[in-house]
């Protein structure tokens, strides 16, 4: 079975830093990896989605990397900014189309 | 513009009863999703479907049911509510399974 670990759980971080969130899981025959970002009391919302035969996807500031031989996808955020401030999660899925999800880190951007 | 829609947002139950969560997509996808988020597990997926008359059964299926009658609902029936279903409840949808997942605001349950 698919293990999804996100580490650290929460992290803070000044207004302005570039952090990265790290993502591993333990079956590398994964179809695709997907980040999600969710906002207190409601659902979440796609950022990005990296198919297995890609090493990268970039939108905005956002910047995502998978690297299927060690288990492990980083999401990049550029120049962060309070508005960042939420969980995020990420979620691989394996060829039977079955998402496992991470647990999340929740990031707090100071302004 | 498209979307996908849970209700109720909140519902409180008592054990042993019989719950249906409504999940609706206006996006005219074939895939939708169960899941549910508990503090410590993420979301761990209950039931899925790829199409009318289709369904599948997720890593945490039992005492819950699913029927997929249309394109557009997924309704999610919790046959004998337990205490240990109080949760937090997420429907998402896709067209493929190499898109990304549409998800609903989720429901709120909880089983006294």
């Known amino acids: 079975k698919q293990e999804v670990t996100q580490i650290p759980a929460a992290l803070s971080v000044p207004e302005g830093e570039n952090l990265v969130l790290n993502c591993s899981f333990t079956d590398s025959a994964i179809y695709n990896l997907q980040w999600f970002r969710q906002d207190p009391g409601k659902g979440l919302t796609s950022l990005l989605l990296i198919q297995s035969s890609q090493r990268e996807q970039t939108s905005g500031r956002l910047n995502a990397s998978l690297d299927k031989s060690s288990g492990r996808s980083t999401l990049y955020i550029a120049a962060s900014q309070p508005g960042d401030s939420a969980t995020y999660l990420c979620?691989?899925?394996?060829?039977?189309?079955?998402?496992?999800f991470g647990t999340g880190t929740s990031l707090t951007v100071i302004p | 513009d498209a979307e996908i829609t849970q209700s109720p947002r909140h519902k409180i139950t008592e054990t042993g009863r019989q719950v249906t969560l409504a999940c609706h997509q206006t996006?005219?996808?074939?895939?939708m999703f169960w899941y549910r988020q508990d503090l410590g597990h993420g979301l761990r997926l209950i039931h899925y479907?790829?199409?009318?008359?289709?369904?599948n059964k997720g890593e945490v299926s039992d005492g819950y049911s699913v029927s997929r009658s249309n394109t557009e609902d997924l309704p999610l029936t919790l046959e004998s509510a337990a205490s240990s279903q109080t949760s937090v409840y997420f429907c998402?949808?896709?067209?493929?399974?190499?898109?990304?997942?549409?998800f609903g605001d989720g429901t709120r349950l909880s089983i006294l």
């Open positions: 979620a691989a899925m394996n060829t039977g189309n079955q998402f496992y």
């Open positions: 479907s790829y199409g009318v008359h289709d369904t």
């Open positions: 996006w005219n996808h074939n895939n």
């Open positions: 998402a949808s896709s067209e493929f399974s190499w898109e990304p997942q549409h």
